[in-house]
Nanobody
Framework: QVQLVESGGGLVEAGGSLRLSCAAS????????MGWYRQAPGKQRELVAV???????NYADSVKGRFAISRDNAKNTVYLQMNSLKPEDTAVYYC????????WGQGTQVTVSS
């Protein structure tokens, strides 16, 4: 089993920044993709950003140029630096880990006030 523990959410004004962290523990294989998804009220969960074990990244168009995903393989931790936040970024953000299995974190609330 794998456990994902997220931290770093909160309330911020539009234009501000937040940094999310997700630490993975348990039976983790070396070749995994980690990422962040978000779900706003009344909407489907959507991809925000993912990063492979080799460091390749993919971003949603809506966050390109504002968000940056990174990882520390030694710590099994993935980060999401969110800059220039907008009210439409308000959502619950979920950490995700994939090898041949899929695991989710419990989610952390990000609220951006206008």
């Amino acid at each position: 089993q794998v456990q994902l523990v997220e931290s770093g959410g909160g309330l911020v004004e539009a234009g501000g920044s937040l940094r999310l962290s997700c630490a993975a523990s348990g039976s983790i294989f070396s070749i995994v993709t980690m990422g962040w998804y978000r779900q706003a009220p009344g909407k489907q969960r959507e991809l925000v950003a993912v990063i492979t074990s080799g460091g390749s990244t993919n971003y949603a168009d809506s966050v390109k140029g504002r968000f940056a995903i990174s990882r520390d393989n030694a710590k099994n931790t993935v980060y999401l630096q969110m800059n220039s936040l907008k009210p439409e970024d308000t959502a619950v953000y979920y950490c995700n880990l994939k090898d041949y299995r899929v695991f989710w974190g419990q989610g952390t609330q990000v609220t951006v006030s206008s």
